[in-house]
């Protein structure tokens, strides 16, 4: 197995800091020709052709299939031309017989059908050019006849019609496998940007085993000014990534090892001059994002977990700003859900439900939603489109005693004096 420190000397002796303007996004419109590109045939690509009218966007998506013997990607290229906002990769639950290799679809971020099969996110890039490769006997391991899902957002903010695409190339491994290479893509769901004011958002995710960071960088839209990103270890904060404007560097990470039990902590800094309040969401026009995504080979070689690749797991969510504890965050979201019955409506409110909880019970309330949700299924029956947040305590009786039973022993659910 290739251990943490193997990782470590990789990338201090000339890891390509090209790895991450594919998997995380370069962050900028400049169109660098792309070099070292690999001179076998690639194993699996996946492209996109289209145009763009001015003043919108859309999202298109396409499936493909693995070929039958798998692919170790060692190697990488892609081009995302102007007008390009990003492409992602999806793994899938899906078939070769379920899906039409040939199919674009339009307007798919909206498509429900389209996204429900889709797991983990296995690549993803922003607009240029870039050539990438693992360090030696690390690659990411696509399962033959697994199905992917390919996103292409493009959106087009000029005066003229613009023609656009994207393309991606893998290329097989030649060398023994090592170690098994994976994402992280920690996406921070509520954010708050109100008319003419600065605002933040945050978040904390636990790693849950120790691995070592290769690359990474952060991602926010037009009112972002300031990212950071740092490791946490006990008491001990370390800043390892900083980034001020939306074409924020890609940085090869020499020393970001992470033990089990520590954190990556990440934070936007945003600036609204307009008489718009921005949420979070896709649109790259009207709606924010912060995220953090990296590259990392984990101690023992393999993936980790899906919820420690996404921030979902023990000890990890976003940290809220305000005084509401656990009890008060369960008001909120009560209060948020029961008139409206609209999803929409909904998520909106949840974003500042979860931003009014103090930095103590935000995390402690997602250990709360997720026992309820694992052990209290039947009692408390919690609704798929709230990600259990109408899962309470004092729902039915019957919800309210498996609760208490199950999950009345998760800590940090009180606020601290200011």
């Not at 990392?296 to 993936?303: F, H, K, M």
């Not at 009692?379 to 489109?385: A, D, T």
Request: charged letters at 20%; aromatic letters at 6%; a negative charge.
């Amino acid at each position: 197995m290739l251990g943490a420190a193997a990782v470590r000397r990789a990338g201090r002796h000339g890891l390509a800091t090209a790895l991450v303007a594919l998997l995380l996004g370069c962050g900028s419109t400049k169109h660098e020709p792309a070099t070292n590109v690999p001179e076998a045939e690639p194993a699996l690509t996946i492209s996109f052709e289209t145009s763009v009218d001015p003043g919108v966007e859309d999202t298109l998506c396409r499936y493909s299939v693995v070929p039958s013997d798998g692919i170790l990607a060692a190697s990488f290229s892609h081009s995302l031309r102007d007008s390009s906002h990003h492409l992602l990769i999806f793994a899938t639950t899906l078939t070769a017989a379920d899906v039409d290799t040939d199919q674009i679809i339009t307007n798919c971020e909206s498509n429900e059908s389209v996204h429900e099969s889709a797991t983990s996110v296995l690549l993803g890039a922003q607009p240029g050019d870039a050539v990438l490769e693992f360090p030696p006997g690390v690659a990411l391991d696509l399962p033959g006849g697994a199905v992917v899902l390919a996103e292409y957002h493009v959106l087009n903010s000029t005066s003229e019609r613009v023609a656009t695409g994207a393309r991606l190339d893998l290329f097989q491994l030649d060398a023994p496998l090592e170690a098994r290479a994976g994402i992280l893509h920690f996406y921070n769901w509520a954010i708050s940007v109100p008319p003419r004011s600065a605002a933040t958002a945050k978040m904390r995710c636990r790693a849950p085993e120790p691995m070592t960071l290769i690359l990474g960088n952060g991602h926010f839209h037009d009112r972002g000014r300031r990212f950071r990103a740092w490791m946490l270890r006990g008491e001990e904060r370390t800043l390892f990534y900083e980034g001020l404007t939306r074409e924020m560097p890609t940085e090869t990470f020499a020393e970001a090892h992470l033990d089990a039990g520590d954190a990556i902590e990440f934070e936007c800094e945003y600036d609204n001059p307009t008489s718009d309040h921005h949420w979070q969401g896709i649109s790259g026009f009207s709606d924010e994002m912060c995220s953090f995504s990296a590259a990392y080979v984990a101690e023992s070689g393999e993936r980790m977990a899906r919820g420690a690749e996404e921030c979902t797991g023990p000890g990890s969510g976003v940290v809220g700003q305000g005084r509401l504890d656990c009890d008060g965050l369960d008001a909120c979201f009560l209060d948020a859900w029961e008139p409206m019955r609209d999803v929409t409506a909904f998520g909106l409110d949840a974003q500042r439900c979860w931003l009014e909880g103090c930095p103590e019970a935000s995390t402690a309330f997602n250990e709360l939603m997720r026992c309820r949700v694992i052990h209290c299924t039947a009692q408390c029956q919690p609704e798929l489109q709230t990600v259990g947040a109408v899962a309470y305590a004092r729902a039915t009786p019957e919800c309210a005693t498996c609760v208490a039973r199950e999950c009345g022993q998760v800590a940090g659910c009180a606020c601290t004096a200011p």
